[in-house]
């Protein structure tokens, strides 16, 4: 995926300078302020954690999966957790004021009356609460009420007080899996409880990084979330920290290890669990703000992975099993046939905005162009999909995916290398949930997905940022059975995506993750077989970005507006073994429309860049393996260089 985060350098002409007085801005709140009342950034981790628990509870094979009582679950919860972000910030509004992390929030920083805030935070608790009970059932309305009263009224008050509000606050934090379960099947197990258990020890090494960040903020504001006592602190840091991080290396590797015919689970657990453990000793021997920076991005990549890599291991019970389901061991490998039937349960529908890079920050860009400033386009997916991309069929696909990227130097519209304009690096990391049914639209079965992104940027002397991207929703998938045209089998599907703006963004700072902009990006793909052993899949986007009305502050600007962008992924591929594919892949992205800031077209400045580099994929019976390089050329107005995109999937 594209990474390349904008590095805000040289200011903008006069005449874009802001002239709107502060307290003018101050008594004006918008939508936008309600939906940080809701702490988005943690609700989507709530929801992707409630989805497992849900899909671990739910009995018989996936072809019976309720999409609405899932559909009840998830609107349920992410009611009750965006409630109780907007009531958190009503309680502590007076000393998140305090705090330079939580000052711009609304109610501190003035834009909206606390009543506001109040009220939209009880009707929507109460409405989250009453809607699982009465459309779910009463375990998961309970649970959900117990989590919301003890997360307010109880650890709330403590953070306070003492520095054990972190144990404390860990119980309400790892309810989401056992809301999830309870709505499936309608009451609690061990299988259930064990993801309780891997959420409740997560949360200790991820807040310690977040509370050793900011603890001079938590200082000024008066929470007792470390001890006060300097002697002490650390210590007791660094014990929150590696004793919870080695309690989850037994504990998520056991639901993979009994009776278990693939070894690739438990690999997979321990794998992950080790990085995290590793981030985790890195942090305690530095005592850095990098390095529990880092700490928190392996956190968060960490969580969705392992909830996903368990729960499928506690379900694979043979009663859970399809007995009818063909296995990729029994196919042979040259006939597209046995491709499609071998990916018939994959859901290869990858976003067509697969944020799980940095997203360019909708600004003004580090250069300068002709006189005039430049609106980047956001993080688009190039690359990110690759072969087989058109096949799939009903069931689930999870997915876990991670690219690295070095921007060696940014271009200006003739497609030279910009004077002073030195290397990004960035890692990033995706997790992408998807499901098609068996109802048939058009002629093709539908489906949903949630895309959940996070990403780390190092731009060198500009600054740095990291944290969660846009999250990635689509409601509307067709799936397309496949059929035979000239000779060739054809599997097409077509798909919109949209970007919610949930991620890191801040107009204090030259990098951000975040765009702060909704998107709109459809896109068509189609995979054709011409041969039993050749494939080639080509994925066509459009993109559509709306206004960013509160950009960066060095910009002077009101407001900003990427353009419109086509892009397109492409592929060749070979079998030359059973589930192994090679060839080259592809991309190449043409903005077609120019950016504007504050309503002004900026000329001379739309983007392009091609790619092209070796990709291959295989698989081991529902496990696919990803691993595609790029070297970019032919760029202008922007940052280009050479990537690795890494990904693994299970499908269901």
């Known amino acids: 995926m594209d990474a390349k985060p904008v590095l805000l350098i040289n200011g903008p002409p006069a005449a874009a300078i802001d002239c709107r007085c502060p307290s003018d801005i101050g008594r004006h709140f918008s939508l936008s302020d309600y939906w940080a009342l809701t702490k988005p950034e943690v609700n989507f981790l709530i929801v992707i954690a409630t989805f497992v628990g849900f899909y671990l509870g739910s009995p018989g094979p996936l072809d019976q999966f309720t999409l609405l009582q899932m559909v009840r679950t998830l609107f349920g919860t992410l009611l ?92 309400p934090g790892a309810m989401p899996p056992l809301i999830g379960y309870a709505a499936a099947i309608g009451k609690l197990s061990i299988e259930a409880w064990v993801l309780f258990l891997i959420l409740f020890l997560w949360q200790f ?34 014990l929150q920290t590696m004793l919870p991080l080695a309690a989850l290396l037994p504990i998520s590797l056991a639901p993979t290890l009994p009776d278990r015919a693939e070894t690739i689970p438990a690999v997979a657990a321990s794998t992950l669990s080790l990085a995290f453990f590793y981030f985790g000793a890195q942090f305690v021997r530095s005592k850095s703000g990098k390095a529990a920076r880092r700490l928190l991005f392996a956190s968060i990549l960490y969580l969705p992975a392992i909830l996903i890599v368990d729960a499928n291991a506690l379900r694979e019970p043979a009663s859970y099993r399809d007995p009818h389901r063909i296995h990729p061991s029994s196919l042979g490998p040259l006939d597209h046939i046995a491709v499609r039937n071998f990916v018939h349960s994959l859901l290869a529908i990858l976003p067509s905005r697969l944020l799980l890079c940095v997203a360019l920050l909708i600004g003004l860009q580090s250069i300068s162009l002709h006189g005039q400033s430049h609106v980047s386009e956001p993080a688009v997916n190039l690359g990110d999909t690759s072969f087989l991309d058109g096949p799939a069929g009903p069931g689930f696909v999870a997915e876990q995916i991670g690219d690295a990227a070095h921007d060696g130097k940014i271009t200006n519209s003739a497609g030279n290398a910009v004077p002073g304009a030195g290397a990004v ?17 058009l002629g093709a079965w539908y489906g949903v997905e949630i895309v959940l992104s996070a990403a780390h940027v190092n731009a060198g002397t500009t600054g740095d940022a990291g944290g969660l991207g846009a999250t990635t929703v689509s409601p509307f998938i067709l799936q397309f059975p496949e059929h035979r045209l000239l000779g060739m089998a054809i599997d097409q599907r077509a798909d919109v995506d949209f970007d919610l703006p ?4 801040s107009r204090d700072s030259n990098v951000s993750i975040n765009s702060n902009a909704f998107t709109v990006h459809p896109y068509y793909s189609i995979t054709a077989f011409p041969r039993k052993r050749i494939e080639t899949s080509w994925r066509v986007h459009y993109l559509w970005n709306s206004v960013n009305n509160d950009p960066p502050i060095s910009t002077g600007a009101q407001s900003t507006q990427a353009g419109q962008v086509i892009h397109f992924n492409a592929t060749a591929a070979y079998s030359f073994y059973k589930g192994l594919w090679i060839g080259p892949n592809g991309y190449y992205i043409k903005q077609i429309t120019d950016g504007k800031i504050d309503g002004v077209a900026l000329h001379n400045s739309p983007e392009q860049v091609g790619a092209i580099g070796p990709g291959l994929v295989w698989n081991h019976r529902s496990w696919f393996f990803y691993a595609n390089g790029y070297q970019e050329f032919a760029a202008q107005n922007r940052a280009t260089g050479h990537k690795l995109v890494l990904r693994i999937e299970k499908t269901f």
């Open 425 to 441: 690096n960035s890692i990033s990391g995706l997790t992408h949930i998807a499901w098609l049914s068996h109802k048939r639209v």
């Open 502 to 505: 949930t991620g890191q963004y």
């Open 205 to 238: 090494p991820h807040f310690m990084a977040i509370a050793w960040m900011y603890r001079e903020d938590y200082d000024r504001a008066g929470y007792l979330v470390l001890p006060q006592t300097r002697a002490t602190r650390f210590r007791i840091v660094a």
């Open 80 to 171: 009750v957790a965006s409630g109780s972000g907007a009531l958190n910030q009503f309680i502590e509004r007076d000393f998140d004021a305090q705090m330079r992390r939580t000052r711009r929030r609304p109610l501190t920083a003035g834009r909206m009356e606390p009543s506001r805030a109040l009220w939209f935070g009880v009707v929507l608790s109460i409405a989250g609460v009453v809607s699982l009970t009465m459309a779910v059932n009463l375990l998961a309305g309970v649970l959900a009420a117990f989590t919301l009263l003890s997360y307010l009224f109880v650890y709330t008050p403590l953070k306070r007080k003492t520095a054990m509000c972190v144990l404390v606050g860990a119980v």
